[in-house]
């Protein structure tokens, strides 16, 4: 099992460029999440899908857009990037059980 | 506000002791669920342990505990004979309001404890 899995690793970008950030799981959870890091903020959650076809804002969603495209994807999209945007982006997906979330190995993401 | 603390930017320890971190969170709801994630330095986050609001005994996994003070509302986290190779971020989460099976347990974060185990 691969778990989560994200796509790029790695990003660099000009202000007011697009792109799409890939997530997958193939651990058949319903919910889905997309994160940001930034030094000394921990994670803050931008939006997150309860399940297919169904997505709602997080804590910081401005800038961003989702698709929730079938069970197992699930990606972020900025459409027209800012230097503020530059962060570490992690996608998870959540248990029902307990709730525990299974995270991504990241993408590092840099705006100039 | 809900809300996680974690009052320790940064910890020593020697190898073979046993280390405390410290979390403290808030929320007014009655059923929550606490959370302890380990960050390396390759930047994985890996889910470590899991503390419900009800259960009436404190979480444990292999090395790592959960000291769980409801009254006090702190879910500290113990790591017993610290390797080297617990060297990294510790973070503290909440699902504030927690149901089993809930389709939108989100998760809040705190800021992190950064802790080197020194040999």
């Known amino acids: 099992n691969a778990g989560v899995t994200q796509t790029p690793k790695f990003q660099v970008l000009k202000t007011g460029q697009s792109m799409t950030l890939q997530c997958a799981q193939d651990m058949n959870h319903n919910s889905m999440y997309w994160y940001r890091q930034d030094p000394g903020m921990g994670l803050r959650l931008i939006y997150y899908s309860a399940s297919e076809g169904t997505t709602d804002k997080g804590e910081v969603p401005n800038g961003y857009n989702v698709s929730r495209l079938n069970k197992r994807e699930f990606s972020l999209r900025l459409e027209s990037a800012a230097p503020s945007q530059t962060s570490v982006y992690f996608c998870?997906?959540?248990?029902?059980?307990?709730?525990?979330?299974?995270f991504g190995p990241g993408t590092r993401l840099t705006v100039t | 506000a809900q809300k996680i603390t974690q009052t320790q930017p940064g910890m020593f320890v020697q190898e073979k002791e046993a280390v405390t971190l410290d979390c403290t969170y808030d929320t007014s709801d009655q059923s929550y669920g606490l959370f302890w994630y380990k960050q390396p330095s390759s930047g994985e986050m890996i889910f470590l342990i899991y503390?419900?609001?009800?259960?009436?005994q404190n979480a444990t996994e292999g090395r790592y505990s959960l000291n769980f003070q409801k009254a006090r509302k702190s879910a500290n986290l113990v790591i017993s004979a610290s390797q080297l190779g617990d060297s990294a971020m510790y973070f503290c989460a909440m699902i504030p309001s927690h149901r089993m099976g809930g389709a939108t347990n989100k998760l809040i974060f705190g800021t992190g404890t950064l802790l080197a185990v020194q040999p």
């Open positions: 998870a997906s959540g248990a029902r059980t307990k709730g525990e979330q299974y």
């Open positions: 503390q419900g609001s009800y259960d009436e």
